[in-house]
């Protein structure tokens, strides 16, 4: 009797243990969302979607499912304003990317429809304004509370090295050398990429042309401007250019001579700088990726709830660099670049 | 505070605190040992007839009796099983009378005077929050896998919670593993579990005894805030030569000792060795018996551990051990591939003086620990420690007091390199060094017994001094009925980084008294001297022996954490502190009871416990905090001649706490800057969890084991032990982990039938 009493014993305490249990929490909406503003884009894309939960599929397979991502049509309303300006709100329009000729690459998630926020500008008057405040403001047709963000714009930068005054500006690489570059921003403007589009021509023996290229270097990233505001209210911001690095770039972009000669043609130089909100998010990610990374807390967001950030760039250009004797007289004595050809 | 520290010292070292003999008086001590192993017995009876004076012997064997008015004496020493000893000697003023005594077995088992033995033990120690495990009790489990180990039987003692059969790692009371002190022959071992969870570096054959402290523990430890397990080995046989070999499809191993001097007249010297080495071979096995097993990852765990101690034993029971180890460890599963390795050796001695109550012991060893882990993403972490340690230690013995007083110098180094994500290295080496001496007195009054204690702990590398008071009392209300009480201030300087988001939780890195510390919640930097993470421990409990052979135990205790060094999940910007500051408490009930019989052992425990932290924003339980833990151990022998033993282990655990999913999410992590694509771009899957920190519950994990044993004799020495057990008996799927992102579950070890042999000689 005792033995059956124990068997009864353990039977009920393993019926009671469920083997089941709730990996996810209960549903809540986590709204995420992601745009760039910038004065120089004719039209401004948005990308809002929003969390997604099976307590049953992979994440992965769910990721496949282009509904599960964004909100319904109708479901949101989205508008831009400049900050403290009613008169210049506008309204987004939902979009498919793929029909505005933006597919989204492959990877993880759906690629069709890739539904998007977008306002175009009107005209050719640009609706985003160097060094002024936009918000986003997302209304939820179901009636929580509005998402909202904001981000002030960069205002145009201003180049100091290579010097735009000097016709033509100037740049220069060697093996082992540098060259610095320059500029002054506003406050708003405070991580940038700077991008060389590098174009050069072959030419057969006659001198006559045989064809034109144009390459693009995305020399630098992520650099940041200095804490300290100057008198004119602006903040200057430098990096250093490596000829080494433009030499390997050339390297493994350009095929060696077979008897063309080559000659460089005036670069563009291009500086695109963005807000704080990109540094923010930058270094929430270099956190995580520190000793405390696997306790870090989750990514920096300007988003009232949720998650991504918004965030304002401006770009400017300086056209028709020169690139001096010096770099071509450097890759002639360069064993890797001296197959190139180049001549001057 | 140095100044206090010094002043400490010299009275320790003072011998005004010294108890001893009256002048009139004398004293008796000595060694009880088997007479055929010469190993000592511990828990024996030694009296002087006719006269009230007696004792038992502790683990090592030995006993003394003091305070002996002079006179003539026949000195019996009795224990169940053996033949009794008797000796006429005559005690005179002012001497001690040194006497090892062998007895032998007499054939009949062990039995109730060994029940006697340990409650008389039990009335003169106050012994809370301590479980005293010997090889018998280890042996008697059914194991899993078919070798009895100690990292098996800890998981059935109340307070411990083992987090899992494959890569689990050990809680005791609310403490992680880094806050609980693992010590080898006083050497401490910094991972002392191999991987697949099943077992130790250690070698059963070889143990003497393992006390775990669960808390409350008086001032001869420390270094550690939560507990201690103290795993004490024996030597090597002084008689002759003998040994075992053993195999099962999860390792193989032999152990060979014997003497090199042998002791040849009982009040002489010897010189013996053991020599121990296992390897695990499941990884081969396993493709062949367990295909069914973790699907096509089968069970990639490999170890292999070897041991040798050379020990020189004087006839006054004075001796000299010297030992060296090396323990490596690997897994290799598709989402992490860990190994470690520890090596270490040393030396540790007794001095038993003719003519002085005071043994003095001592230990000096130098360890190193390395480990490494890969993960599925390639990034690799690494972490090393390895240091020296040093003590030496002096009891004193009076009728009614004891008093034991030493000084520890122990200093380590840590390394710990990883590679993130960004594949920038990531490198934190630090060393530091401690001095700490302790002070322990045990005073007898009637019915009561009270332990104080008094530990300092000075840690160099912090200029800071923790001066830590302890206490503990035992009250025998009857001679069935004991109440017991402990409490006391405890303090360490190591932490680890464990990911407590980590699939599998195998890697620690180790490290020390980080550089800054965030206060919890706050911005503020805690001040130098308090880096250290402290608690303070109360335990209550009460002992009551319900019948001859039925004992129960009750315990409850709070730990209250007052100071954890963790991780920094708040870190916002780079220049942030690595670590912030949390709290913590843990607190609960353990109640476990035992029935010994001629044929059957019975234990139970149960374990109802809470623990939390705070770490300034949110009270949270961490992923260790189990509410409840029942464990049922039985054995049974029957058979001509006691051969067969049928043993039965069924645990059963409530679910762990772990974070809940939120959702997922595009996650576009600007690596480019300013330049990323966000109409075009595909980005990596973030994960959003729940804001409630560990919120989920795990579901209850349970598991029975079974084991059946059959001893086949050869001779006096030699014998043959065929065990076949099974492991989940009734395979029950319990959780191994879950991965998010697949939504996919794997479980722990399913039904494991397996057979092992092993041949002693």
């Known amino acids: 009797m005792k033995k059956l009493l124990l068997l009864a014993f353990v039977g009920f305490v393993m019926a009671q243990c469920s083997n089941d249990f709730d990996v996810s929490a209960p549903w809540k909406e986590v709204p995420v969302v992601y745009g760039i503003l910038s004065p120089k884009d004719t039209a401004h894309y948005i990308r809002i979607e929003k969390a997604f939960l099976d307590e049953n599929v992979s994440a992965l397979e769910i990721a496949r499912i282009a509904d599960s991502l964004y909100y319904p049509e109708g479901a949101i309303t989205v508008f831009l304003e400049e900050k403290g300006n009613a008169s210049t709100k506008v309204q987004l329009s939902r979009v498919d990317g793929v029909k505005e000729g933006i597919t989204r690459a492959e990877g993880i998630f759906a690629t069709q429809p890739n539904w998007l926020y977008k306002y175009k500008n009107i005209g050719t008057t640009p609706y985003i304004k160097p060094d002024k405040k936009y918000s986003l403001i997302i209304k939820r047709t179901d009636g929580k509370p509005d998402i909202t963000a904001e981000t002030t714009i960069p205002g145009n930068f201003i180049f100091q090295v290579p010097n735009p005054q000097a016709l033509p500006a100037r740049i220069n690489f060697s093996k082992n050398g540098f060259q610095d570059i320059s500029w002054r921003t506003t406050e708003s403007g405070v991580y940038f990429n700077i991008t060389l589009i590098v174009r050069y021509r072959d030419e057969d023996a006659m001198g006559n042309t045989l064809a034109r290229h144009e390459l693009i270097w995305p020399a630098l990233k992520n650099t940041r401007r200095s804490n300290v505001k100057q008198t004119n209210g602006l903040y200057n911001a430098d990096a250093t250019l490596t000829g080494a690095a433009f030499f390997d770039f050339l390297t493994q972009n350009i095929p060696a001579s077979i008897g063309e000669f080559r000659y460089f043609e005036r670069m563009d130089m291009i500086l695109e700088g963005g807000g704080l909100e990109i540094e923010q998010l930058v270094i929430s990610n270099n956190i995580n990726a520190g000793i405390t990374g696997s306790e870090a807390s989750n990514a920096y967001t300007n988003i009232s709830e949720g998650f991504g950030i918004l965030t304002g760039k401006n770009v400017t250009s300086l056209t028709n660099v020169f690139l001096g004797s010096v770099t071509v007289d450097s890759m002639n004595t360069n064993i890797l670049t001296r197959p190139l050809n180049f001549k001057y | ?761």
């Open chain 2, 1 to 761: 505070m140095k100044y206090f520290y010094s002043i400490f010292l010299l009275t320790l070292f003072s011998h005004t605190l010294a108890i001893g003999q009256k002048g009139d008086k004398g004293s008796v001590r000595g060694y009880v040992y088997d007479k055929a192993t010469a190993q000592p017995i511990g828990f024996a009876t030694v009296k002087l007839d006719g006269a009230n004076f007696g004792a038992n012997t502790d683990i090592n064997g030995f006993f003394t009796i003091t305070n002996v008015p002079t006179g003539q004496y026949k000195l019996v020493a009795n224990y169940f099983g053996y033949t009794d000893f008797n000796l006429e000697i005559e005690v005179k003023k002012g001497e001690i009378i040194f006497q090892n005594i062998y007895i032998s077995e007499s054939g009949a088992q062990l039995g109730e005077l060994v029940i006697s033995g340990k409650k008389e033990q039990a009335k003169g120690e106050v012994q809370i929050s301590k479980l005293v495990v010997t090889p018998k009790q280890i042996r008697s489990l059914p194991s899993a896998g078919g070798q009895a180990d100690i990292a098996q039987y800890l998981t059935v003692l109340p307070g411990v919670v083992f987090t899992g059969d494959q890569g689990g790692q050990l809680y005791i009371r609310g403490g992680s593993p880094v806050q609980n002190r693992i010590m080898l022959d006083g050497m401490t071992i910094y991972n002392p579990f191999h991987s697949i969870g099943f077992y130790s570096v250690f070698e059963t054959e070889l143990i003497r005894n393992v006390d775990v402290l669960t808390g409350g523990f008086n001032a001869d430890y420390g270094g550690r805030i939560s507990a201690i397990v103290d795993v004490k080995t024996r030597e090597g046989n002084r008689k002759r030569m003998s040994g075992l070999v053993s195999s099962s499809p999860f390792l193989a191993k032999a152990v060979i000792e014997g003497p090199i001097v042998k002791l040849r007249d009982d009040n002489d010297g010897s010189v013996s060795f053991v020599l121990t080495a296992k390897k695990g071979i499941i990884s081969q096995t396993a493709p062949k018996l367990y295909e069914y097993v973790n699907d096509s990852v089968g069970i990639p765990f490999d170890f292999q551990d070897v041991y040798g101690k050379l020990s020189f034993t004087t006839g006054n029971g004075s001796k000299i051990n010297l030992f060296g180890f090396n323990y490596e460890d690997g897994v290799d599963f598709p989402i992490a591939d860990f190994g470690w390795k520890s090596t270490g050796g040393g030396m540790d001695f007794t001095l038993v003086p003719n003519n002085s109550n005071t043994i003095m012991s001592g230990v000096f060893t130098y360890s190193g620990y390395d480990s490494r882990i890969e993960e599925a993403d390639r990034l690799e972490r690494t972490s090393g420690i390895n240091g020296f340690y040093a003590a030496f230690n002096f009891s004193n013995y009076g009728r009614n007091d004891e008093i034991k007083y030493g000084i520890e110098i122990n200093g380590f180094g840590t390394k710990f390199q990883f590679v993130n994500f960004k594949n920038f290295v990531i490198k934190q080496d630090e060393y530091t060094s401690e001095i700490n001496s302790y002070i322990r007195w045990k005073r007898k009054i009637g019915p009561l017994v009270i332990e104080p204690g008094f530990r300092l702990q000075y840690y160099n590398s912090l200029n800071d001094v923790s001066p830590e008071p302890r206490i503990g009392i035992k009250y025998n209300v009857t001679d069935k009925i004991r109440l017991k009480a402990a409490g006391g201030l405890y303090s360490q300087n190591l932490l680890s980084t464990v990911n407590e988001r980590d699939v599998v939780n195998l890697f620690v890195g180790f490290l020390s008294a980080p550089d800054r510390v965030y206060e919890p919640g706050t911005n503020n930097t805690v001040s130098t001297k308090d880096r250290l993470q402290k608690s303070r421990h109360a335990v209550a409990g009460i002992e009551i022996d319900v019948a001859k052979n039925i004992d129960l135990n009750v315990e409850t205790y709070i730990k209250d954490y007052s100071q954890l060094i963790s991780l920094n999940r708040f870190k916002e910007k780079q220049d942030d502190p690595d670590y912030f500051v949390e709290t913590g408490k843990a607190y609960g009930i353990d109640i476990s009871g035992k029935m010994e019989m001629k044929h059957a052992y019975i234990w139970l425990a149960y374990s109802l416990g809470y623990v939390n932290r705070y770490d300034g924003k949110q009270t949270y339980p961490p992923v260790f905090d189990r509410r409840h833990n029942m464990n049922i151990v039985s054995t049974y022998q029957f058979g001509k001649n006691e051969s067969w033993e049928l043993g039965a282990r069924w645990n059963l655990g409530s679910g762990f706490p772990f974070s809940q999913t939120q959702g997922f999410y595009s996650n576009y992590q600007f690596n480019g800057g300013i330049g990323e694509d966000i109409p075009g771009g595909n980005p990596d899957l973030g994960i959003v969890y729940a804001a409630e920190r560990n919120g989920g519950r795990l579901p209850y994990y349970h598991r029975l084991d079974v084991s059946l044993k059959k001893i086949i004799k050869f001779s006096k020495f030699s014998n043959l032990e065929v065990t076949a057990s099974c492991t989940n008996m009734y395979n029950r799927p319990n959780i191994f982990y879950f991965d998010r992102v697949r939504n996919t579950r794997v479980n722990q070890l399913p039904i494991l039938p397996t057979l092992s042999a092993t041949f002693q000689f």
